[in-house]
């Protein structure tokens, strides 16, 4: 009996250590990328953070992945809208990398919901509701047995802005600086406008 609990502790404690070498490896920035905001024809572009944990060099790369589940619509798989630069990569322990995730919405992509059930799909708990994700898996330089996460990507497509809307943001989020870059302008102008006269 001792010797088989010797053994069933062993090969625990066996697979923590996998587990934990595994989980240690390679730490991302943000574990979601759901609910980003596009509207149909734009793209939408943000990034994500590795760094590298591991004590030696890591190889790696990038990829989208679909999970079917019976019943789905066609707007659960938008695989085919993701691209990420740089797709492959190499990292060393202590080494950031920056990668560039491209949602490009195409132009009849109706309004709503795609690439999940539901906009709770990016919450602990909800991850049947997930469908469309964004992998990457490394391994130490050479090898073969990856480790990696699923990232849920899923788009809220909506309504084209106007072109004056970007404009309009620009303005509100700068008001301080242009009413000050205005008075300035007067103040410098004033001493000229009385020469002339």
């Not at 587990?19 to 990328?33: D, E, H, I, P, R």
Request: glycine fraction near 8%; avoid cysteine; proline fraction near 4%.
């Amino acid at each position: 009996m001792k010797n088989k609990s010797a053994v069933v502790v062993a090969l625990l404690l066996g697979l923590m250590l996998i587990q934990g070498s595994v989980v240690l490896a390679t730490s991302v920035n943000q574990m979601v990328l759901t609910n980003l905001i596009g509207s149909p024809g734009k793209t939408i572009k943000t990034q994500i953070t590795l760094e590298g944990t591991d004590l030696e060099e890591r190889s790696g790369f990038w990829y989208v992945r679909y999970k079917k589940v019976e019943g789905d619509n066609n707007r659960m798989d938008i695989t085919s809208w993701i691209t990420i630069e740089p797709e492959n990569y190499t990292i060393k322990q202590k080494e950031t990398k920056t990668f560039t995730v491209k949602v490009k919405v195409p132009r009849d992509a109706e309004l709503g919901l795609w690439g999940a059930t539901s906009e709770e799909a990016g919450k602990e708990g909800y991850s049947s509701e997930r469908r469309t994700y964004i992998v990457f898996k490394d391994a130490p330089g050479g090898g073969n047995v990856y480790s990696g996460l699923l990232l849920p990507i899923s788009v809220q497509v909506s309504e084209s802005e106007s072109f004056l809307e970007p404009l309009i943001n620009f303005v509100l989020s700068n008001i301080i600086v242009i009413i000050l870059s205005l008075v300035i302008i007067v103040l410098l102008a004033r001493p000229l406008l009385k020469r002339r006269k």
